[in-house]
């Protein structure tokens, strides 16, 4: 795992940031953050916790940075379907029938579906069962042959977009199972890329989301809400993606067919 000197320096350096400019922003002399990079001196638990707020380290890995320096873990895991975890999970909820009858999902940090609103489900219909068991992986459900991508019309642009935010979690945050989805499904070289694709993507203000279903085109564009200051590992890595119409006649088949019923489902089996 590496001693918590050898981690911090990766965070530092990951994050661009001399010792200096860390020593700056957690309000301690630059020799300190070399001496605990180095190991000459041991932090404490509130040091190394000060070192990863200013580095934005997420949860998961603060508690990595804790037991390397020999401190026990700060941070709890619980599932979303826990009691411990019951107000966030009922806040989601609302927040997810509240954009109804507009699509809205939450995923975790390996995009795997945790949570949909009803309005989801319409899409669902001739996706292959096997890509609906749990757990639901958004992006393998999004680029499929068997899942959503017959539907997706500019199939090239979303793939770039998965890319593009796949590649800044992985240039965040290393992380094995991320790294195979990217070289499974994200890797150049697939028969729909197009040169320069992913700079387009990356630089456009909005990508829509082209899908042709009923025998008409939707235009979809997309917003991403987190958790502010979570003190859970689940809830710092959890997303709400919401989708919304991107002219008069995309809002208009959502509310011809609006949903009745309000209630979420879970993929997750939460």
């Known amino acids: 795992m590496g001693t918590v000197g050898e981690l911090l320096r990766q965070w530092r350096q990951r994050r661009r940031l001399s010792q200096l400019d860390l020593a700056i922003a957690a309000d ?11 190991g000459k001196s041991r932090p404490s638990a509130d040091m190394v916790l000060r ?28 599932p979303l379907g826990t009691d411990a975890l019951a107000p966030a999970r009922d806040a989601v909820a609302r927040v997810l029938r509240a954009h109804e009858p507009y699509p809205a999902l939450v995923f975790d940090r390996g995009w795997n579906i945790l949570m949909t609103n009803r309005a989801v489900d319409r899409f669902f219909a001739g996706v ?19 899942g959503l991508a017959p539907l997706v019309v500019n199939l090239a642009d979303v793939r770039a977009v998965f890319r593009a935010r796949v590649r800044r979690q992985l240039a965040t945050v290393p992380d094995a199972g991320l790294t195979a989805l990217y070289e499974e499904l994200l ?12 700079i387009a993507a990356e ?31 689940t809830l710092d890595e959890v ?26 489902t879970d993929p997750a089996g939460n």
């Open 28 to 38: 301690v002399s630059a020799r300190h953050v070399s001496l605990v990079e180095t």
């Open 51 to 78: 070192l990863a707020e200013q580095l934005d380290v997420p949860l998961r890995d603060r508690n990595r940075l804790l037991l390397a320096a020999g401190f026990a873990p700060r941070y709890d895991e619980r």
């Open 128 to 146: 292959a069962p096997d890509l609906l068991r749990p757990p639901v992986n958004l992006v393998r459900l999004g680029l499929d042959p068997r």
């Open 187 to 198: 890797a150049p070289g697939r028969d729909d890329d197009e040169p320069g694709r992913s």
């Open 203 to 233: 630089s456009d203000v909005v990508i829509p989301m082209i899908i042709r279903i009923d025998g008409r085109e939707l235009r979809l564009f997309s917003t991403i809400t987190t958790f502010g200051t979570p003190m859970d590992i």
């Open 239 to 264: 997303a709400i993606e919401s989708y919304y119409p991107a002219d008069a006649e995309s809002a208009a088949w959502f509310t011809d067919g609006a949903v009745t019923d309000g209630a979420s």
